[in-house]
């Protein structure tokens, strides 16, 4: 069951915040991130043996350093946003997300990510990821395709589509980013953990 505003105590699924960043601050990050960190083909197998697997994933990872002085200003704000999100889920977190996945899919190869969890409660382990984060980077109008979606919990369509929107969900949540079929999608993905349990 997902959430359309911030004054709710309901048990909820995700936590849409709207306008995060500017259309402007989103060219940077993503300026920044093309000029400064290498492209990777992105992988599955979280909390185990990673592995390429283009019929479940096909797209282009970069991952952001968060100690890079020219995004603290990013990372701040999505750490504020973060904090606001969870007095609405009421997770045990323990810290902020240092893992900062920058995405790029291209409608040229039908770029995607099937239906998967960014939780990995099979391996044991002291801490797992609980609240998943995700910022759009592109307009809407510049891209066909990739949408956001979560199994068994509709989006509404006029959310999480401008750039600058943020989508926090639990991270045990089967999601999925349809194929891109025209222009490219940027977005920007993070993790953060608590206590398995």
Known sequence: ???????????????H???VLT????????????????????TTGHGGTSALNPQLRKS?????????L???WLFRRLDAKALLANQ???LDLQHSSVEWQFTEYDSKDLEHYGWHEDSSPRIKKPMDRKLTMIMQLTEASAYDGGKFELRGDPIPDTYFRNAGDVLFFRSALTHQAQPVTRGIRHSLVTWIHGPTR
Do not use: N
């Open 23 to 42: 259309p402007k601050e989103c060219k940077m990050v993503v300026k920044h991130a093309q000029k400064r960190y290498e492209a990777r083909p992105a």
């Open 17 to 19: 915040c709207p306008a």
């Open 1 to 15: 069951m997902g959430i359309r505003d911030q004054h709710t105590t309901r048990m909820i699924d995700w936590f």
């Open 88 to 90: 609405s889920f009421g």
């Open 70 to 72: 020219d995004l603290l």
């Open 60 to 68: 282009t990872v970069r991952w952001l350093d968060y100690s890079d």
